[in-house]
């Protein structure tokens, strides 16, 4: 099945399942998984949730609790991305596609990327919107660091075979909300 035709299938599927936004993540299990890959993690950039995808606001809320530096994506020209300092006290600007990101200008390349996802597979690929925003980062980010990558997904996200191509990233793990991969 075509990309777009899977999109639009998937994001229908996750739309009927989490239209109140009440399925979460369980923050332990994310800390888990840090623990457990002994990568020294101080930096965490997340996502401000919008069209029914997992909210990881509560779990972002968490990880600043503990002292971890916390990011949110600013889109720039040409189909690029950078994460910014953030703090939930801090104010935010919509951009041009409805998602609210930091006014703030301090660029910061996370050590754990939560990332959302329209769809994923049990390898560990994810399927987006489609502009390339995160393949394009996280390509970007693996030549400055070590970063972790972790996507956030409802189970009923998981498809059988994402179709990909030469520029899509791979995730180390894939969080929902009944299982990790």
């Known amino acids: 099945m075509l990309k777009y035709k899977l999109r639009k299938k998937v994001l229908k599927i996750r739309k009927k399942v989490n239209n109140k936004n009440t399925i979460s993540i369980d923050f332990i299990k994310v800390l888990r998984l840090i623990k457990n890959n002994n990568f020294p993690i101080r930096s965490v950039g997340g996502y401000f949730p919008v069209n029914y995808e997992v909210d990881d ?40 596609y409805g998602i609210p990101e930091p006014i703030s200008k301090n660029l910061i390349y996370p050590d754990l990327i939560l990332v959302p996802l329209v769809a994923f597979d049990t390898h560990l690929n994810r399927l987006g919107y489609g502009g390339g925003y995160y393949d394009r980062l996280l390509r970007k980010l693996s030549k400055k660091k070590k970063i972790l990558k972790i996507g956030l997904a409802l189970s009923v996200q998981k498809i059988d075979n994402v179709p990909i191509t030469k520029y899509d990233k791979k995730l180390d793990y894939i969080v929902t909300d009944k299982y990790i991969l």
């Open 57 to 96: 606001l509560k779990m972002l809320k968490k990880f600043s609790k503990k002292k971890y530096q916390i990011s949110l994506p600013v889109i720039k020209k040409n189909f690029d991305m950078d994460f910014h300092r953030w703090s939930f006290s801090d104010p935010l600007k919509i951009n041009q």
